[in-house]
């Protein structure tokens, strides 16, 4: 223990006389003086011993942890700095605090930290909380910090756009100081560059590199023209360095590393993780010039910054036991992935990346909000296609199974993994835990809301719906890391035994930058295939279905264009098993395979055309893990709660809707709510009493701002409302345009109603990807639910419900377009509903089971008796 930390604790033992709130400042200076590692953790175990009642002392005691917060920063423990800096903004929140900066020493630190670990959607919120304190106050050095730090948001959530606009007119109306500017030109700098990076290997943008190096060099002007400005004036160095070697100008590049080098290390107190950050962008130079040598040594010293007892004796990989959530290590596992790789050692390659997953989930493990997880999921899709790509060589090269195995469960994961994870969260969330998630959403709801109102839209009302959603962030985390996440491996030899039973095959996409790879699963086999990503062949065949007239028009090229799609997917030809299930990706999320041609032919009849749905019967799957764990039905008879709004004598009415009612409820029972009766409340308080959900309605996919939503009669309802939902379905069947489709995320998938339906439960779906037809979908949803009524299962009830409306005769041949029979596609299990005689003998079992468990509870009591 150090004296002046010693002399302060004997002090606080031999006056009772000194105050609560004087023992924490006390505690406070002495750590402060002597700020250390052994010291943080006396601080804690004195920290503990504090129970502050009055506003003075809470005040203390938010001090204490906000001065906490800021040295295991710099220690290096950033899991903790959040942690404290959360606990200090709550005390402060809760009880009313005030006569403190609480900006600059808790919000500021908190909402780069959050953006440092990910979890962009605090950061943002967090940022926004300061932004209208500062403007309330006209505190001009926080609302720039503001704005520097949501620009860095939303630099890393890839709306350069947004942050370029912000800069921008941030730059050209606010009065600023040199430092400011030449800071926020760096950042302006930044978001060109990673615009450019996004063009580069496809083209080389001169304009793009110009203002992005325009924007660098006024940073560095600004910057050099005042004093004691190493740090930022590194940064912009460096970044210029970034941008020479993304261009090929590696002399240039060295030239102003080696300056950012230099300047940066004029200071010898920074701090490890800007240390690190440097080294590595060091070794990543080094490693585009292939000076590989140079490279490995400042990955190493990376490793040495961040983790504590280093050792390179026996390997350069650390031990996975010593890894925590950081961005630059992961940056760093994937460097030395790639060095590995210029080195040969393709093993080595995957052990590195394999360490770099790990990181991922442990920052996986920290975010609340769904879009973070999001966020962070695409960087684990380029690490994954890399992966995949060495697995495919590894077999290639010594025709090990085990390779196509690990390449296929990592593609599993990355298939909607935060979807996968919410519902496997939910079946362990307490009703607490569940109630403040929906609280949660419900906040969120009304921000987006808000937030589409534009210019007219209650600043005061989105900071206050920010402020209670932070409330509730802070108080769930509390509660979840408490315990482990449940988690979840596919078992492939489980997953043979499904699809031989069912008697299907399964074909899984992965859609990488580079190539296509697709997994074939059949006869207790996995094929692994690989092509280039053609996407013109694929564009060309989906941009037929964004006009209802397009086909029919010109149904040749349809037809050529349709099988070139077909042609491209490698889908095998169906020698066995006539059940395809697809597991897609990225774009093809959007496609109806159904409709693809596999022999191209000039007939404009389209009943005879040959399309994929004559060869296969077609289902789909968010994952491999989706099918092989399909829930059992939960209802024994079917009945039917059907939402009818019609909208009738209005530009929205839907006429046929009604029709469409009237064939469902001549032949299922259930409850048919229609016209004023349609509503989202009417829905709600229903929803969980009926094995089938039918929707016709209206819906929109929405677009890059405005989320997904379906109408009800009173009112339009977002993707997201949908989740906390009380119901467990058999079906939902969404009769209504673009319900599959929404903001598109290559790992996750269409951020949709379906998707909406999806985390509320259920499990199985029928859903539309384009705008519908209202007569055409009344007499495909009439065909589907007669087949359904015959026994089959809600699978084969969608594949013969198309087959039945191109065999229709009365349907005319412009009708049969498949505009209008592939729009609806059907996710969820193969399994047929078992017949009602299957049901009574289960309850009949169950009910002797019973009576059996209480006949011999009854003996056994008897025995007892006697034995006394």
């Known amino acids: 223990m150090t ?39 006396k601080l804690e175990k004195t920290e503990a011993t504090f129970s502050p009642k009055t506003k003075p002392e809470l005040l203390a005691f938010a001090i204490l942890k906000c001065n906490k917060a800021y040295y295991e920063n710099q220690l290096g423990f950033t899991q903790k700095a959040i942690k404290s800096y959360e606990k200090a903004w709550q005390l402060y929140q809760k009880n009313k605090l005030s006569n403190y900066d609480i900006t600059e020493s808790c919000l500021k630190p908190l909402g780069n930290l959050y953006a440092i670990m990910g979890d962009y959607d605090n950061a943002e919120n967090t940022i926004k909380q300061y932004y209208y304190i500062a403007n309330l106050e006209k505190n001009q050095e926080h609302k720039y910090a503001a704005i520097l730090n949501l620009s860095n948001v939303y630099q890393n959530t890839g709306r350069q756009n947004e942050a370029i606009n912000l800069l921008e007119k941030t730059l050209q109306l606010e009065k600023l100081t040199t430092i400011q500017k030449g800071i926020l030109y760096n950042n302006l700098g930044n978001n060109y560059f990673l615009i450019l990076e996004t063009l580069l290997p496809l083209k080389v943008d001169p304009f793009q ?10 940073a560095i002007l600004l910057l050099q023209s005042e004093k004691n400005q190493a740090e930022p004036l590194s940064n912009a160095y460096r970044n210029l360095a970034k941008m020479e070697a993304r261009v090929s100008h590696f002399e240039k590049a060295k030239e102003w590393m080696e300056k950012s080098r230099d300047l940066f290390f004029e200071n010898p107190n920074s701090e490890p993780r800007k240390q ?10 080094d490693f585009q010039r292939a000076n590989f040598d140079e490279s490995q040594i400042n990955l190493k010293a990376v490793f040495s910054v961040l983790i504590p007892n280093y050792s390179t004796t026996k390997s350069v990989l650390p031990k996975k036991n010593s890894l925590y959530a950081e961005t630059v290590l992961l940056d760093a596992f994937d460097l030395q992935a790639e060095l590995f790789l210029a080195q040969n050692q393709p093993k080595k390659a995957i052990e590195s990346y394999d360490l770099a997953f790990h990181i991922e989930e442990l920052f996986q493990s920290m975010i609340v909000y769904e879009n973070s997880k999001i966020i962070n999921q695409i960087r684990n899709r380029n690490r994954t296609e890399k992966c995949i790509e060495l697995y495919f060589s590894l077999h290639k090269k010594e025709q090990k199974m085990s390779y196509i195995e690990a390449a296929f469960l990592l593609t599993e994961k990355t298939k909607s993994a935060v979807l996968r994870q919410a519902l496997l969260d939910s079946k362990t969330q307490s009703k607490e835990e569940k109630l403040i998630v929906q609280q949660l959403q419900n906040w969120n709801t009304i921000i987006l809301k808000e937030q589409q109102k534009l210019d007219d839209a209650d600043i005061s009302k989105i900071n206050e719906a920010i402020k209670k959603q932070n409330e509730l962030m802070l108080l769930l985390k509390s509660k979840f890391s408490k315990k482990d996440k449940e988690s979840y491996e596919l078992n492939i030899a489980d997953l043979y035994s499904k699809l031989k039973k069912n008697q299907a095959m399964m074909i899984e996409y992965f859609v990488g930058f580079e190539r296509m790879y697709f997994f074939t699963i059949e006869n207790n086999k996995i094929q692994l295939n690989r092509l280039k990503t053609e996407g013109r062949a694929i564009l060309n065949f989906l941009n037929y279905f964004n006009d209802s007239e397009a ?4 149904p040749a090229q349809f037809n050529h264009h349709a099988h070139n799609a077909y042609s491209t997917l490698k889908i095998p030809k169906a020698l066995g098993y006539k059940k395809l299930i697809i597991i897609p990706d990225s774009i093809l999320t959007l496609l109806p395979f159904e409709a693809l041609v596999t022999e191209e032919e000039e007939s404009t009849n389209f009943a005879k055309m040959k399309f994929l749905l004559y060869e296969y019967a077609i289902g789909y799957s968010n994952s491999a893990d989706f099918y092989l764990n ?7 008879k079917e009945s039917v709660l059907g939402i009818f709004p019609v909208f009738e004598k209005t530009n929205l009415e839907l006429a046929f809707s009604k029709k469409e ?9 259930g409850m048919f709510l229609e016209n004023k009766k349609a509503t989202f409340q009417n829905f709600k308080k229903n929803a969980a009493n009926y094995s089938v959900i039918h929707l016709s309605t209206h819906a929109s996919s929405g677009d890059l701002v405005t989320p997904a939503s379906i109408k009800f009669f009173n009112q339009e309802v977002l993707y997201s409302e949908l989740y906390h939902l ?32 999806q985390f509320a439960g259920a ?5 539309s990807l384009w705008k519908v037809n209202d007569y055409t979908t009344s007499v495909l949803m009439d065909k589907f639910y007669s087949n359904v009524k015959k026994g089959k299962s809600y699978f084969e009830a969608t594949n013969q419900a198309k087959l039945d409306y191109l065999a229709d005769e009365s349907i005319p041949n412009a009708k049969k377009s498949p505009y209008y029979w592939s729009s609806f596609v059907y996710y969820g299990t193969l399994d047929k509903k078992e017949s009602s005689s299957y049901w009574m003998w289960i309850s009949i079992v169950g009910a002797l089971s019973i009576l059996m468990i209480i006949w011999l509870f009854l003996s056994f009591r008897r025995r007892r008796n006697l034995i006394k």
């Open 209 to 218: 590199i110009q203002k992005c190096e325009e924007a660098y060099k006024k």
């Open 763 to 767: 499990q199985n779906l029928l859903f």
């Open 630 to 636: 399909s829930i059992p039905f939960q209802h024994q």
């Open 551 to 554: 086909i029919s028009k010109n």
């Open 276 to 285: 690190a950050q440097l080294y590595y962008d060091i070794a990543l130079l």
């Open 661 to 669: 009612k009237l064939k469902i409820q001549s032949s299922f029972d």
């Open 3 to 41: 004296l002046l930390f010693f002399i302060s604790q004997l002090s606080f033992s031999q006056s009772r006389a000194i105050s609560l709130e004087d023992k924490i400042y006390s505690t406070v200076d002495a750590f402060v003086a002597q700020p250390n590692a052994e010291n943080l953790k």
């Open 726 to 757: 009380e119901m467990n379905p058999d079906l939902v069947v969404l009769s209504a345009c673009e319900t599959g489709i929404g903001k598109l995320y290559k790992a996750e998938g269409a951020m949709s109603i379906a998707r909406g339906f």
